[in-house]
């Protein structure tokens, strides 16, 4: 099969290698659509060295769909059959240890050990910009025939966005406010939206800023004004009892402190590279929780039945794409957001 290798630091090309071979509770897929994640770009330019990936040949790729093709004998066993169409998430916990146990995989106690079962797809176990995709039966889902394979691609980052927003425990009618109009932060108003919030408010820039307008957020040019000062405007001087950090810098972290109302939460999602400067006195004296979030478990199923239900529509964010072979062009549209970038799609198996 053709497969995107990552052979070093900025260093990958379109290879031949062989098609994978299903343990007894993986299956193998072919690959419809895998989307460039923002991470994808810090793992080709090496910002996790040792870690993501931990080595050399790798496949990255982690926001995927497609057909079953080849299952295993455990796999087979729980219902899972060749013709099955499925989107995948990255995460496969060991499915033994305590938190796997309860239910938190993400944080899986065995993470980084292939050989006491965890997996990471894309990361550090090969991932999905390939004709094939090998994986565990724990990380992928049933999508339905109502729903393009393309579109179902976008389910990882999507739920990624609902565990985010659940985590800050916004009910029916609260204002949020979502620092940073990435994609992640564009999904975060759509789920928002489809979870009951009352006013939106989205700080960001440019053309991004623009679309957060267009999916119906109020809008805050961070660059023009202060965004603190403009959200305690807006509330009265409460502030919000919800704040996602989608943006994942130092400043947006702090300023997601002081914009959160006594008693708010704040959900963060954004990782920046340098630690934050964090108004303790404030966060302690008016009881702000800060919450931390690592991708999306048990929230994938939920993603699909708001897709279905129309509650969200993805198709303002999914602007580009390429076949496989063009991957430098996707990723240099993508990382330069050249003609208003937001989901970038690569097709493993060829443009339909």
Request: net charge neutral.
């Amino acid at each position: 099969m053709e497969a995107l290798v990552l052979r070093g630091v900025r260093d990958f090309a379109i290879e031949t290698v062989p098609v994978p071979q299903p343990e007894t509770d993986e299956v193998i897929c072919k690959v419809d659509t895998t989307y460039i994640c923002g991470t994808d770009p810090h793992i080709i330019a090496g910002d996790f060295p040792g870690f993501w990936p931990t080595g050399f040949p790798f496949i990255p790729g982690h926001e995927w769909s497609g057909t079953v093709v080849q299952t295993g004998p455990r796999a087979a066993s729980l219902g899972w059959k060749e013709g099955d169409r499925v989107c995948g998430i990255s995460h496969c916990g060991c499915g033994y240890c305590e938190k796997c146990q309860k239910g938190r995989y993400n944080i899986c106690l065995n993470y980084g050990h292939e050989s006491r079962g965890h997996r990471q797809y894309g990361h550090y176990t090969p991932g999905a910009y390939a004709q094939y995709m090998r994986t565990s039966v724990k990380s992928i889902f049933k999508v339905p025939d109502s729903m393009s394979l393309e579109y179902a691609a976008c389910v990882d980052p999507l739920s990624i966005a609902l565990y985010t927003v659940k985590r800050s425990r916004m009910q029916p009618g609260d204002d949020i406010l979502i620092i940073g109009t990435g994609p992640q932060g564009l999904m975060a108003i759509l789920v928002a939206k489809a979870l009951g919030a009352g006013r939106i408010y989205a700080a960001g820039s440019g053309e991004r800023l623009k679309k957060a307008a267009e999916l119906g957020a109020i809008t805050i040019d961070y660059k023009e004004e202060d965004v603190v000062k403009k959200v305690r405007e807006l509330t009265h001087g409460m502030g919000v009892p919800a704040v996602l950090e989608c943006a994942g810098t130092s400043q947006s972290l702090t300023m997601a402190c002081l914009a959160a109302a006594k008693g708010g939460v704040i959900s963060v999602i954004g990782i920046p590279h340098s630690d934050p400067a964090i108004p303790i006195k404030r966060i302690v004296l008016d009881e702000v929780e800060l919450v931390g979030n690592r991708a999306n478990p048990n929230t994938a199923q939920a993603t699909i039945e708001l897709l279905l239900s129309n509650r969200i529509d993805l198709t303002p964010l999914m602007t580009h794409r390429f076949a496989l072979g063009d991957f430098a062009t996707a990723l240099d549209t993508f990382e330069t957001r050249k003609d208003g970038a937001i989901k970038v799609a690569t097709k493993p198996n060829g443009m339909n």
